[in-house]
């Protein structure tokens, strides 16, 4: 079945340490997209891309950096200079990035900083 | 600026009866698209129903129907016939900007928690 795959599910981090969620796609998507939802909050954006080797920040990109070397992957890195890591974070992917497109999201992965 | 409201933080419904969750926008573009999504508990963002800003008509989904009020700008999903399984948290969120463009990300609202009662 197609879709798209967040690893981990659940991730801890100390203060002062990168980490980095994964996100694969098998739907054949141009389009990818990072959103982070804290609680009580809907999702802001934090980076996407629409085509391979090309991305663009989003509302809330500081602190956070991303690659898409392949149309199924787009990895998030949380880097030590994000002040206030702990959220919900979840990735998505289109056919492409306007109109009707519907966006399909992954099962979401949460990082705790302890 | 664009920016999406959902003025109820939590409702309650009984199983079996409809339910209408509030959404309203705020856009300066012509051509815009509508979108509802439901996140259970698990935490996946699910996909409902789209409504673009130059449908005439109301769209529908299966018991999932939008209100579309264009003029007041409000964009309202009914469920009709609640279940069980409809408790979750609902997302308004709207793509805007140029449809040719690169800004067709989707803006989000804070949600909707629906409780269905047995």
């Known amino acids: 079945d197609g879709g798209i795959t967040q690893s981990p599910k659940y991730l801890f981090r100390k203060e002062g340490q990168n980490v980095t969620l994964s996100c694969e796609q098998n739907l054949n998507h141009d389009a990818m997209y990072w959103y982070r939802q804290d609680p009580g909050q809907g999702l802001r954006l934090i980076y996407y891309s629409q085509i391979v080797n090309d991305f663009q920040k989003g509302d809330i990109a500081e602190g956070y950096s991303v690659s898409r070397e392949k149309k199924e992957s787009f990895p998030l890195t949380v880097t030590s200079a994000q002040k206030n890591p702990t959220a919900f974070y979840l990735c998505?992917?289109?056919?492409?990035?306007?109109?009707?497109?519907?966006?399909?999201f992954g099962a979401g992965s949460r990082l705790t900083v302890l | 600026a664009q920016k999406i409201t959902q003025t109820q933080p939590g409702m309650f419904v009984q199983e079996k009866e409809a339910v209408t969750l509030d959404c309203t926008y705020d856009t300066s573009d012509q051509s815009y698209g509508l979108f509802w999504y439901k996140q259970p508990s698990s935490g996946e963002m699910i996909f409902l129903i789209y409504?673009?800003?130059?449908?005439?008509q109301n769209a529908t989904e299966g018991r999932y129907s939008l209100n579309f009020q264009k003029a007041r700008k409000s964009t309202n999903l009914v469920i009709s016939a609640s279940q069980l399984g409809d408790s979750a948290m609902y997302f308004c969120a709207m793509r805007g900007g140029d449809y040719g463009g690169s800004q067709g990300n989707l803006i989000f609202g804070k949600g909707t928690k629906l409780s269905v009662k047995p």
């Open positions: 998505a992917s289109s056919p492409y990035s306007s109109g009707a497109n519907v966006l399909t």
């Open positions: 409504q673009g800003s130059y449908d005439e």
